[in-house]
């Protein structure tokens, strides 16, 4: 039968695939709109099979929160190519991508793949996505936050996204901004000192102790040198107590106090494409 242009529009609509392909898919199901739907998914299938040992290292990191700033949702969907991940329609999917994440908050990231996506799980439409892009493309992070203020950073280019919690809601953005940006910068490990797994203190302890000793300290001062570096390790690996990049002369725990009474991170989160 007949294909017209309005068919390969409407099919193209449904599914965003290319002109040409969309067109080939009704061509090949006699006109079926179904068929040739599933016709397009198969060819993302095919291609993603096809390509499923390719590094997926390029894509777009998109964090995003609610209205009332309470919830906070970041995903990184990766493909293979700059090329690719700088296409506008990909950062489109992107960010439609995190908005299914904020609406459903779910609990980790194979919750995120089942969501349902215009009919499809999340997953399939990624994989529908490689059909048309002809690159391996994943879905490699999802994470959530809630806290009283959800504070996002997305960094120029989308490599490289954050999301911080705070335990107050009242009190300048701008400071949320500041810390997510801090967050973006120096990658703490951890909010705090406390919140510093035991087995990094252990290895920082070990790092500082083995360096002494090749340093010809005394080995029975090699534990407190240890001690020292690991104080040191803290104030320059956990968010609290880094100096604040737009003024070195405060911590981060100094200016949030400063700006309101309290005012602390609750939770954080950070995803750079590796």
């Known amino acids: 039968m007949a294909i017209t242009a309005a068919d390969v529009a409407k099919l193209r609509k449904a599914t965003g695939a290319g002109m040409m392909d969309c067109k080939k898919a009704l061509t090949e199901a006699d006109g079926d709109f179904d068929r040739a739907i599933q016709i ?9 099979n096809k390509r499923a040992d390719r590094d997926a290292k390029e894509g777009a990191v998109i964090a995003k929160i609610t209205d009332d700033a309470k919830k906070g949702a970041i995903i990184a969907l990766n493909c293979e190519t700059d090329f690719v991940a700088k296409n ?25 793949l089942a969501l349902d996506f215009d009919g499809k799980t999340v997953e399939e439409a990624v994989i529908a996505q490689s059909g048309i892009t002809g690159e391996k493309m994943e879905v490699a992070y999802y994470d959530k936050v809630t806290a009283d203020k959800v504070v996002p950073y997305i960094h120029m280019g989308n490599k490289l996204a954050t999301l911080i919690g705070f335990n107050q809601a009242d009190f300048d953005t701008q400071i949320g901004k500041d810390v997510a940006m801090q967050v973006a910068a120096m990658s703490p490990v951890a909010i705090d000192k406390d919140d510093v797994p035991e087995e990094v203190i252990a290895e920082e302890l070990k790092i500082g102790k083995e360096k002494a000793r090749q340093e010809g300290k005394p080995e029975e001062m090699l534990d407190k040198i240890a001690q020292g570096r690991l104080n040191k390790f803290f104030k320059e690996a956990t968010l609290l107590n880094q100096a604040s990049v737009k003024d070195n002369k405060v911590t981060i725990k100094q200016m949030l106090d400063n700006t309101s009474k309290g005012l602390t991170v609750v939770a954080m989160k950070r995803y750079a494409l590796k």
């Open 40 to 48: 397009i998914r198969e060819k993302g299938q095919a291609i993603a």
């Open 88 to 112: 506008e329609d990909f950062v489109k999917l992107a960010h439609k991508l995190c908005d299914i994440a904020l609406a459903n908050m779910p609990e980790n990231l194979e919750a995120f």
